[in-house]
Nanobody, 118 residues
Framework: VQLQASGGGLVQSGGSLKLSCAAS????????MSWYRQAPGKQRELVAT???????LYVDSVKGRFTISRDNAKALVSLHMNSLKPEDTALYYC?????????????WGQGTLVTVSS
């Protein structure tokens, strides 16, 4: 599985950005997809997850502002971010996992930087 994230950039507080993550490999539609972020000096945190059935879950700090979606036909997961705040500044990573006979393995995209200016 390979994940390619894109869409980061510099935006003013209150603005919007859309992140995209293109996945290659098998079984995209059968697996949950997530976005994580890591701010400078902080631990990586889970931002949003969308299950294979399309159920979306969010960390409290982004509820009502971020929307995660997926297009199984294109093997694409997106994160629409509205009302951005300076505290949303971070490196954003897409993530998925695969379970095989040898165990569970996480896969990560390369990260895309979101900077929100005040």
């Amino acid at each position: 599985v390979q994940l390619q994230a894109s869409g980061g950039g510099l935006v003013q507080s209150g603005g919007s950005l859309k992140l995209s993550c293109a996945a290659s490999g098998s079984s995209f539609a059968l697996n949950a997809m997530s976005w994580y972020r890591q701010a400078p000096g902080k631990q990586r945190e889970l931002v949003a997850t969308i299950t294979s059935e399309g159920t979306a879950l969010y960390v409290d700090s982004v509820k009502g502002r971020f929307t995660i979606s997926r297009d199984n036909a294109k093997a694409l997961v997106s994160l629409h971010m509205n009302s951005l705040k300076p505290e949303d500044t971070a490196l954003y990573y897409c993530n998925t996992g695969r379970l095989s006979a040898s165990g569970y393995r996480d896969y990560w995209g390369q990260g895309t930087l979101v900077t929100v200016s005040s």
